[in-house]
């Protein structure tokens, strides 16, 4: 069926092609080709793989890939599990469910330019809220500077956006909301309870949708650094250090070739990252064939 | 519809119970950093930056007036509506018509389509900010605003794709093999059958990136440069210096801006309501 | 900024019915971030409006506005680039450092050479920071700041004691503030940490000698410099010993500021833009805060000065461009804008005012102040930011309260920061 489409398929990518090669192609040759150049305000000198090296010699490149990992896996194992069970919750239309999904989906409304004030506020160690709830209930000994102390710091900042799963909430509902009702009433026909409804039917047909997810948050983790930036910048002595934050740093230095260089991992990782996903979810087979 | 049959079977108070519970945690985790904004407003520099209360000790109007006088915010929350509802309206246009034929048909280049856009999920902005720079003064499109439209359609692209290509998958293929038989052609197929089947796909897609580019900030500085222009978002920043600040008054400016994307979700989520799970009760 | 408003709309007009009588009118633009809250924004819309008044009909200029340093930094080096430079540029010695390295901004000096009269104006220093080897000046500084540190007197004195000229002294009158209920120093692990670190080192012996020249970008050596050591490790008492905030690694500005301007601090090292706020402009303080300030030197009789933190760079390619932008940096270093300067952001220029009695009784006290004890200093010395590259102002930033919590010794930090450069 699809040959006399042919060339209707070609129309319909070809904006988006457009738009591809206008923007998004040449930044990318430019991360990949820079990589290997030194490049500050004087200009572009060619040197080979020594950003590279002298990436795989530092110890702050270490401590991002690690703190990077760490993110990651909370985004993964955490953040999308939390958003699929508060969709399918919702998604229930429990009285009240329209208030809790506009509820849910404000933080992702607000820059993060006014969280980062309101966290740096909450864990300060002088006023914030976090320490006098803990000594208000006898946990004195448990006050830190929670976002500029070396071993809590990336646990912190962690916590600042994991119960935020209002973006993936959304597009799970809207999934949720093209199931076929009659699959449900034959369930209910044959006396399934709800939570078995939900195994048995509704968290089978997302597989697609929490796959996009998975690829969804893993790509937006590897490239995330404004709530750092604004926060910790990466500190103490690199605790909150990501390779995203890492890349600003060197840029802000004037140190392009190995911001790029770094950008060069971040993009390695992310499509080694997305083939997996694709292949562990089989994203692309359709439910209904 | 939804609920006809449900109706019949009750759900179990102790589940009902733990609903809410998990729904109140919830809660608090999103009430408390966006009341807490709300409300610093109504505060001043110093209770903001050195006192615990959550509430402010007097309301305190200041922070709006300078919102609205000296930042002269209402004036740029339009350009700020121009540019996130084009391109919001743009990339859903253009995300569809690439996202529908990978998820549907095979193609020559299909696997290479989807790989392609999955690198622009990946691409650092800190990477994009010479390039761009460099792209738009080149187009000459440099100060206008469908030079930012354009640019925002090309960065949100890959990740509007990928959530438009997620909903088309698991819609029944069936009506549309019913419509190819009957010698409708793609055009019609995406127009009148895929796309209000998808709208749910549509709407969610749409307030991704109407909020995403809300909240831009610094592409918005870097291509428009008359104050005609200018952004909400970019106004908010008059009120934050290396050395001096106005906290109040950017949390008031907050506030309000906050407001528009709010409305446009409660608009645009009420597509999804139609055909939300079967198994529901009302109640 | 309401007035750039009314700006732009009669330029508009001007464009719709003046438009022949325009025609020879030569239009620069200025890229800036003296916008919104910057100190410097007061200063900033008197000296537009001057420069147009004073040229009109000859030069105009416009602006193009930038909120916050960061975004200003990221653009005016995509725009070196695209080769696509505003004709007037203002940052910080490392923004302008970036636009010599671009070789696309103006060598000022030919024009500085056609004009005795206004090379003669600036002090002998004044170009140290914007001078290549060759005689090339790629900026104009605009600025001279005496750096010094704001105490609260009225803190002293319920202490019972004097503000300290000693090390020694200081750590003493950091015991007896903290026992009288204040915190004796207010920092945040950032600009006033290092202002501090600065002040410590530059009061060593050799210290304001090294941070005038510690050495070419990634040859400095810290470890084996006696003053870098000893400052360093006065830098870690100022923590240990309790002198300063709780939350003093936040890296906000806003967190040591908020503290002093709120009288709960006793100190802060700060340069004098600050003044306009302790006086309650733009921001609330505790009642009466501007009575009980004074500004003095570092203990160990030694201050931060500097020419130049600032300046301005032309990146105009056109003749007449170039020529408007010339003749608003000699309007920017006119006695006049360096008087408008010193009275509404408290700031003085790197040119020799000769202020009349009465202009001089109308500059706040404190900036005077400063100004007169700089004369009988043992070490006057820059900042961290001047004397060190970025990488290693980023590391210590990054590094300090590791070190100041006692996870990493003296070498061990020193090494850190030479390593980052």
Request: glycine content about 6%.
């Amino acid at each position: 069926m699809q040959r006399h489409f042919g060339f209707s398929i070609f129309l319909s990518l070809l904006p988006a092609l457009l738009l591809f090669a206008t923007f998004l192609a040449l930044p990318f040759f430019t991360i990949l080709v820079t990589s290997f150049f030194e490049w500050n305000a004087r200009g572009l000198t060619f040197n080979g793989g020594a950003n590279y090296l002298e990436l795989w010699d530092s110890r702050s490149f270490t401590s991002a890939i690690r703190n990077t990992a760490i993110w990651v896996g909370a985004a993964v194992l955490l953040h999308v599990p939390l958003a699929v069970l508060v969709a399918i919750i919702l998604s229930r239309r429990l009285r009240g469910w329209k208030v809790f999904r506009t509820l849910f989906f404000l933080p992702n409304i607000v820059s993060y330019s006014a969280l980062a004030i309101v966290f740096l506020g909450f864990y300060n160690a002088r006023y914030g809220a976090l320490n006098m709830v803990l000594a208000d209930i006898g946990l004195e000994h448990l006050q830190t500077d929670w976002l500029f102390n070396f071993n809590t710091a990336l646990y912190a900042l962690i916590a600042t956006w994991i119960f935020h799963v209002g973006l993936y909430m959304i597009i799970i509902m809207a999934e949720i909301s093209s199931i076929p009702e009659d699959l449900y009433e034959a369930a209910t026909i044959d006396g399934a309870s709800e939570i078995d409804q939900d195994l048995k039917i509704t968290l089978p047909l997302l597989r697609n949708v929490i796959g996009t997810c998975m690829i969804l948050t893993v790509t937006q983790s590897l490239i995330y650094f404004e709530g750092i930036f604004l926060t910790t910048s990466g500190g103490p002595a690199n605790a909150t250090l990501n390779l995203s934050m890492a890349t600003y740093r060197a840029f802000e230095n004037f140190d392009w070739g190995e911001a790029n260089a770094i950008g060069m991992h971040i993009l390695t990782l992310g499509v080694v990252a997305i083939i997996v996903i694709r292949r562990l979810f089989r994203i692309g087979e359709h439910d209904f064939d | 519809m939804a609920g006809a049959v449900s109706p019949f079977q009750k759900r179990p108070m102790w589940l009902t119970a733990v609903y809410y519970l998990i729904l109140a945690w919830f809660t608090v985790a999103m009430l408390f950093p966006i009341g807490w904004l709300v409300l610093a407003a109504f505060k001043t520099n110093a209770e903001i930056l050195s006192a615990s209360s959550y509430l402010p000790e007097s309301l305190n109007l200041k922070g709006f007036e300078d919102a609205v006088s000296q930042v002269n915010l209402l004036r740029y929350l339009g350009n700020s509506l121009i540019i996130s509802a084009g391109s919001a309206a743009l990339v859903v246009l253009v995300s569809s018509m690439a996202a529908y034929p990978v998820a549907r048909f095979r193609f020559p280049g299909r696997e290479f389509v989807t790989t392609l856009f999955a690198l622009g999920l990946v691409l650092p902005l800190s990477a994009l900010i010479v390039p761009e720079t460099l792209i738009i003064r080149t187009l000459g499109l440099y100060d206008t605003r469908i030079g930012l439209i354009l640019l925002y359609a090309a960065i949100f692209l890959p990740i509007s794709f990928l959530v438009m290509r997620a909903f088309f998958l698991s819609l029944p293929a069936s009506i549309e093999e019913a419509a190819i038989v009957d010698g409708a052609s793609y055009w019609q197929i995406l127009r009148k059958i895929v796309a209000p089947l998808s709208m749910p796909g549509i709407s969610t897609v749409a307030i991704m990136i109407f909020v995403f580019t809300w909240n831009e900030f610094l592409f918005a500085t870097l291509i428009l440069s008359s104050e005609e222009k200018r952004t909400a978002q970019v106004a908010i920043r008059f009120f934050q210096s290396q050395f001096d600040f106005n906290l109040p008054g950017m949390f008031a400016a907050i506030s309000i801006v906050m407001i528009v994307p709010i409305l446009v979700f409660i608009l645009l989520q009420e597509k999804v309501v139609s055909g939300l799970t079967a198994g529901a009760n009302k109640g | 900024m309401r007035r750039h408003v009314r700006h732009f709309a009669a330029t508009a007009a001007c464009a719709l019915f003046a438009f022949p009588a325009l025609a020879q009118e030569t239009e620069i633009t200025w890229a800036t971030f003296w916008v919104g809250t910057n100190p410097l924004q007061p200063w900033g819309e008197r000296l537009i409006e001057g420069y147009n008044s004073t040229f009109d009909g000859q030069f105009h200029v416009v602006t193009e506005e930038i909120p916050g340093d960061q975004a200003y930094r990221d653009k005016l080096r995509a725009d070196s680039v695209a080769n696509a430079l505003p004709d007037l540029i203002t940052g910080n010695v490392t923004l302008m450092r970036d636009m010599r390295d671009s070789g696309r901004v103006v060598n000022l000096m030919p024009f500085l050479e056609a004009d005795p009269e206004w090379l003669a104006s600036f002090y002998d220093d004044a170009f140290d920071n914007y001078i290549t080897e060759d005689g090339e000046l790629y900026a104009l500084p605009y600025s001279r700041d005496y750096i010094g540190i704001y105490y609260n007197t009225a803190h002293f004195e319920a202490a019972g004691i004097d503000y300290p000229t000693t090390w020694d002294e200081f750590f003493a009158a950091c015991r007896s503030l903290s026992e009288a209920g204040f915190v004796p120093m207010a920092t945040e692990g950032n600009w006033t940490t290092r202002l501090m670190w600065a002040n410590m080192i530059g009061t060593q012996p050799g210290g304001a000698e090294w941070m005038s020249n510690p050495g070419a970008p990634g040859d400095i050596e810290l470890t084996d410099v006696d003053a870098v050591v000893a400052g360093t490790e006065l830098l870690r008492r100022m923590y240990t010993e309790g002198c300063t905030n709780e939350d003093a690694f936040t890296t906000q500005y806003s967190t040591g500021a908020t503290l002093f301007l709120q009288a709960e601090a006793s100190m802060i090292a700060n340069g004098p833009w600050m003044i306009p706020n302790i006086m309650g402009v733009n921001t609330e303080t505790a009642d009466g805060l501007g009575e009980d300030i004074a500004y003095g030197l570092s203990p160990g009789n030694g201050l931060i000065i500097v020419t130049g933190e600032a300046g301005f760079a032309i990146g105009s390619q056109d003749e007449a461009e170039i020529e408007a932008s010339v003749a608003f940096l000699k309007y920017l270093t006119s006695d006049e804008q360096m008087l408008n300067q010193a009275n509404l952001v408290s700031r003085f220029g790197p040119t020799r005012v000769n202020f009349t009695q009465e202009q001089r009784d109308a500059l706040s006290p404190m900036l005077l102040s400063i100004v007169e004890q700089s004369e009988g200093i043992d070490h006057a010395f820059p900042h961290t930011g001047i004397a060190l590259p970025n990488e290693m102002i980023q590391e210590f930033i990054n590094t300090w309260p590791i070190y100041a919590q006692g996870q990493i010794d003296t070498a061990t930090f020193l090494e850190i920061l030479e390593d980052a450069q």
